[in-house]
């Protein structure tokens, strides 16, 4: 398999940018550059004195002209660590009000320390001997190493504090502990120190208590740092080591403990790899040769696995004990994690591991043998674990050595595909005690999700080996998609084996023939487009199935957020892995892809689940057995449904638990039709449950949940599409009133006894309410609903925006053509009254009087405006909670009220006439047409109705 020319193009150029040059860049510990510095050498006498026991016997250097420049980038590092011994006289103090006293912080701050030269002077002390300046950077950060202030030598803020200490003195090479070089020098700075009042028992634990008072600064230049270089970086001895102490008297201000520095060999140093007989004692078994069997193995060439291996360095890796070597997995108490020495700062492990992280930094890389292309290669590198709470970023760059890191050696095996090496704990790598296997799969599956898998296995036996872990680098989003599509496209393919268990469990919960006909001929649901390409058609499908959600009861009203998060991703989609990037399928080939797919046949997929839950949940239950599922199965795009088997990891050994997973889970995952969404807003329904018995230790019970609004591609399609419904329902709807007054006035002419027997009092209401409409300039009939935060958010449909005012426009000249007409209807009424009071009353005709009508429609009304008050109250509350002043309090209380009392008209148009109707005892029997009143019936159910039915335009979150 070739990496193609261009790939490998693109991610070695920014390689050789960055790498050229080893100053200090953002992601380092160190005070930004003084420029205005002059760097001058006055201190020679007291260098002479104090490094008299270095510049006894220093061997002869060899001056050249990029000596200066070599050993600027050769003697700097950056992020290493240090620490203090105990007595009382820390350094620096720290300030930790950033965080919460009781939180649940698995470590303790992290000690940095920088050091970079800045000047060398070819004008040299004495014989072998160059002089240089530097800059000390030396602080304690929770989680960053950036710093922004130069203009002072102190820099303390909560979570983070930093001194920078100016040093002056000499670089020479000596034979000592097999070649070593070494830099002896003397500093001046301003040091934090401690006055009396501040209290000295909180002082002994090095000022990791609470120290929020600013400290005083006192200059002081009696700081001796000695800084040693080993002549040539090996596995056993990859460290920078220091040693600063204060030369004042013990007991004074400015006096501090001894510090002891390490940090790794800078990022261009040469690097001596280890003899052959040293690696080749250990490979011959692999405790992964299942694992690899079954996963396939990307056996790549000696050039081809550098870069590979450069390119993954930024990943992180999780582990998980190897519960298959060890059995039982490690007990709590201990403080090893495999073979590497938890520090006294990591306060919890638990048993999955879950909690750490694994990094491998300062890669190594060699081809053994240039000419023969096809050889092996040389790897060397550092594995770092930290807290999975802490920045990954800033954990890959520091640079100390420690407990925690794994110094790393060993070859790849082309022809096995495998990376076997040896590893060294901490600073002085007495002996090789762990063994590291790495290999690359190349097709993932349920059962595995990582694009690298290793082991770290001990290489002594008996009760003092460490116990074995393993670790990979699980391939999800958004990496997956944006940083190695190159890799997926050439290196990974997905193994689908579920799929006949994923039909099985189709088949099970396959709904009556009925309802999947019904729903066949009724509605759509997500499923490929027409597009030309096979491949941009699974993406957009791939994209249309993501699922990014809250779960849980809608509480929004009441002003809770909900309290878990879910986030589906597609991994796979029938042939399509990964995402589609154009850049890397340009030839928009898709290996092993058939020519076409049909829009309506099942599809294999694969996913990730996740559950993101608040960390302080208060009403609902906890999803954190089921946090992470890795699943696979069958996406059916005629139902929206699809059947999976989900896998989730588990520490226990138990029945058909393979690989650390526990795969008998049956998931369903139904998706909303699209037919439906521009009334309906899109959401999923989840259903999750265990295929185990109850008795089962690893049983769990049923989840079933829905989300809440999910992301939909066409959403501002849909909202259009509503907002022109809409517009033409209004003009349909008015219509049929105009129609309905219409259909009164004939009805009138034909009949002239009934005229006076129409209620005054409801055509009155029906003038204020179109006269109110009219006034108000709001929409007619019903208002759109649409959430606060859509409408604060700008959209537009600017080329529709003309078309919607037309129809906003119609729909107003119909209310005013209603209003006209209602007002002349009034006056006929009124008209015909008179005449029957100048004809003077008689038994049996009296004159309708409205009064009493009146008096019932407001009784009537009242009743059911008490009733409604409840429900209106919830809207009231919400529409109080906007800061208002209490004169747009009022005014905002007595619009709403105007609109509840409008809303009440409009959908009760007809009751005064029926309440008249009683009340009149008329001998004529319809003085309003029945298809007036049934008409504004009709109208007022289907407002409700449809009311009811939608749902509110939003945003996904
Ligand atoms: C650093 O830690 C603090 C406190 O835990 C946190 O609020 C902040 O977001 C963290 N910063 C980064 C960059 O992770
Ligand atoms: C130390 O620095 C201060 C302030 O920059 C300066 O006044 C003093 O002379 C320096 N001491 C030495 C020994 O260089
Ligand atoms: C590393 O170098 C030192 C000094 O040259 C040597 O003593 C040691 O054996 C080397 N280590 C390995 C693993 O080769
Ligand atoms: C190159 O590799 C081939 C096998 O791939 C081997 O037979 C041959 O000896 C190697 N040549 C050299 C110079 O190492």
Redesign the pocket.
């Known amino acids: 398999m070739k990496i193609q020319p261009l790939l490998l193009g693109l991610w070695i150029l920014p390689e050789l940018f960055f790498g050229l040059c080893y100053t200090a860049s953002f992601n380092d510990f160190a005070f930004p550059d003084d420029s205005s510095v002059v760097f001058t050498y006055n201190r020679s006498p007291e260098i002479e004195h104090q490094c008299r026991t270095f510049l006894s016997s220093p061997l002869e250097l060899k001056l050249y002209d990029d000596l200066g420049f070599q050993l600027k980038n050769e003697l700097s590092f950056f992020n290493g660590d240090w620490e203090q011994e105990i007595g009382g006289a820390p350094i620096v103090p720290f300030d930790d009000s950033d965080m919460p006293m009781d939180s649940s912080s698995l470590t303790s701050p992290w000690r940095l320390v920088s050091f970079e030269v800045k000047d060398v002077n070819p004008v040299h002390l004495s014989q072998n001997t160059v002089s240089l300046r530097g800059v000390l950077t030396i602080g304690i950060s929770r989680n960053s190493t950036f710093l922004s202030d130069s203009a002072s030598n102190f820099h303390m803020r909560p979570g983070m504090s930093a001194l920078r200490v100016d040093f002056e003195g000499v670089y020479i090479e000596r034979e000592e502990n ?2 070593e070089r070494l830099a002896c020098l003397l500093g001046n700075s301003t040091l934090p120190i401690r006055r009396d009042d501040d209290h000295v028992s909180n002082m002994e634990n090095n000022f990791d208590m609470t120290y929020k008072r600013e400290p005083q600064l006192m200059q002081n230049d009696q700081i001796l740092l000695v800084l040693r270089y080993p002549k ?1 970086f ?4 990859r460290a920078i080591r220091g040693e600063m102490r204060s030369l004042t008297e013990r007991g004074n201000f400015e006096y501090f403990d001894n510090i002891y520095i390490s940090a790794q060999l800078g990022g261009h140093t040469n690097y001596q790899f ?2 052959e007989q ?1 690696m080749s004692k250990t490979c011959d078994t692999t405790p992964l040769e299942d694992e690899m069997v079954e996963d396939s193995v990307n056996m790549f060439e000696s050039s081809e696995i550098c870069h590979v291996l450069k390119r993954f360095t930024k990943e992180f890796y999780s582990i998980a004990p190897n519960l298959k070597l060890s059995g039982s997995g490690r007990d709590d108490h201990s403080n090893r994690l495999g073979p590497f020495l938890l520090g006294r700062d990591i306060k919890a492990v638990d048993r999955s591991y879950k909690n750490f992280r694994l990094v491998m930094q300062n890669v190594r890389c060699e081809q053994e043998n240039l000419e023969n292309k096809s050889s092996d290669a040389r790897v060397s590198a550092v594995l770092r674990l930290y807290p999975a709470t802490m920045d990954g970023y800033v954990a890959a760059v520091r640079s100390g050595l420690s407990g925690m890191t794994l110094s790393v050696e060993g070859t790849w095996n082309s022809s096995k595909g495998q990376l076997c090496m040896v590893g060294c704990l901490g600073v002085l790598g007495s002996g090789y005690d762990s063994r590291i296997t790495m290999y690359f799969p190349r097709s993932l599956s349920n059962k595995q999700r990582s694009i690298i898998s290793g082991s770290i296995t001990s290489i002594k036996t008996g009760i003092d080996s460490d116990p074995p872990i393993l670790f990979g680098a699980v391939m999800r989003f958004p990496n997956l998609w944006f940083d190695h599509s190159w890799y997926c496209k050439s290196f990974l393919s997905y193994n689908y084996s579920m799929t006949a268990l994923a039909s099985a469990f189709k088949e099970r919960s396959q709904p009556s023939k009925l309802i999947t006909t019904v729903r066949q001929l009724l509605l759509t649901y997500p499923a490929m487009e027409d597009r030309e390409e096979l491949i941009g058609r699974l993406d957009f499908l791939a994209h249309d199935l993501y699922i990014g959600a809250f779960i849980g009861p809608n509480l929004l009203g009441y002003g809770h957020m909900p309290e878990t998060f879910v986030q589906i991703n597609v991994l796979s989609l029938g042939p399509l892995l990964g995402r589609y990037d154009h850049l890397v399928y340009r030839d928009g080939s898709l290996v092993g892809a058939p020519a076409d797919i049909s829009k309506s046949a099942a599809l294999n997929v694969s996913l990730d689940l996740v559950f993101i839950e608040a960390p302080i949940k208060l009403r609902e239950k906890s999803y954190n057995h089921v946090e992470k599922l890795y699943l696979e199965g069958l996406y059916d795009p005629l139902a929206g449904e699809m059947y999976l088997i989900g896998c989730r990891k588990v520490v226990v050994e138990s029945v058909n638990v393979e690989r650390g997973l526990d795969c008998l889970i049956d998931v369903k995952i139904e998706y909303s039709s699209e037919t439906t969404r521009w009334l309906i807003n899109p959401t999923a329904t989840i259903t999750i449950t265990s295929q185990r018995n109850e008795s089962d230790l690893l049983y769990f019970s049923p989840i079933s949940l829905q989300t809440f609004m999910i992301h939909d591609r066409k959403h501002a399609e849909h909202v259009l599409f509503r907002k022109i419904f809409e517009g033409a329902l209004r003009i349909l709807l008015q219509s049929v009133s105009v129609a309905l007054i219409l259909s009164q006035f004939s009805y009138m002419k034909k009949n002239s006894e009934v005229i006076p027997y129409v209620s005054l009092v409801m055509l009155a209401l029906q003038i204020f309410l179109y006269s109110y409409t009219l006034i108000n300039n709001s929409e007619i009939l019903f208002k759109s609903s649409e959430s606060n935060s859509y409408k604060k958010r700008a959209y537009s449909f600017v080329e529709y925006q003309t078309f919607l005012k037309v129809l906003d426009y119609t729909g107003k000249l119909l209310v005013l053509a209603a209003l006209i007409l209602t007002t002349r209807l009034f006056k006929l009424v009124l008209k015909s009254r008179r005449l029957l009071i100048a004809r003077g009353v008689s038994k049996s005709r009296r004159v309708p009087n409205d009064v009493r009508v009146l008096l019932v429609t407001l009784a009537v009304q009242s009743c059911w405006l008490m009733f409604t008050r409840l429900i209106q109250f919830g809207e009231m509350l919400n529409l109080g909670k906007d800061p208002i002043t209490l004169h747009g309090y009022v005014q905002q209380i007595w619009t709403l009220k105007l609109a509840i009392y409008f809303r009440m008209v409009q959908d009760f148009v007809p009751l005064p006439q029926i309440i008249a109707n009683r009340l009149w005892k008329t001998r004529v029997i319809n003085p309003v047409r029945k298809a007036y009143i049934h008409g504004f019936l009709m109208i007022t159910l289907l407002l409700i109705f449809y009311d009811n039915v939608r749902d509110r335009v939003d945003y996904p979150v």
């Open positions: 097999g070649g040539v090996n596995l056993t001895q280890s003899s040293l």
